[in-house]
Nanobody
Framework: QVQLVESGGGLVQAGGSLTLSCAPS????????TAWFRQAPGRDRTTVAT????????YHIDSVKGRFAISRDNAKNTVYLQMNSLKPEDTAVYYC???????????WGQGTQVTVSS
């Protein structure tokens, strides 16, 4: 049974930085396409960024391009989301997901809260 363990959320002032980490307990990160999602209060969960198993292709939504960066260190079995120049509108619960299937992802983390104060 693969369980995703997330860490790195917290409270930060606007303009600050945070790094989220996601590691698959009982699994091997290098096997999976991985994504970060976020869900703000009262809003749908949306994709933030994705990365292929080898890390050669990444995708970021327009609103975070140039500020966020998804990466992976397969030797450490971990996927990261580096978040810089944070804005209050980035406030949300962030979720890691691995193993893309048709229509979704097989494994999900428990979510980590990111709060950006103005």
């Amino acid at each position: 049974q693969v369980q995703l363990v997330e860490s790195g959320g917290g409270l930060v002032q606007a303009g600050g930085s945070l790094t989220l980490s996601c590691a698959p307990s009982g699994g091997t990160a290098s096997r999976y396409t991985t994504a970060w999602f976020r869900q703000a209060p009262g809003r749908d969960r949306t994709t933030v960024a994705t990365i292929t198993p080898t890390g050669d292709i990444t995708y970021h939504i327009d609103s975070v391009k140039g500020r966020f960066a998804i990466s992976r260190d397969n030797a450490k079995n971990t996927v990261y989301l580096q978040m810089n120049s944070l804005k209050p509108e980035d406030t949300a619960v962030y979720y890691c997901a691995m193993d893309r299937l048709l229509g979704g992802y097989r494994y999900w983390g428990q979510g980590t809260q990111v709060t950006v104060s103005s």
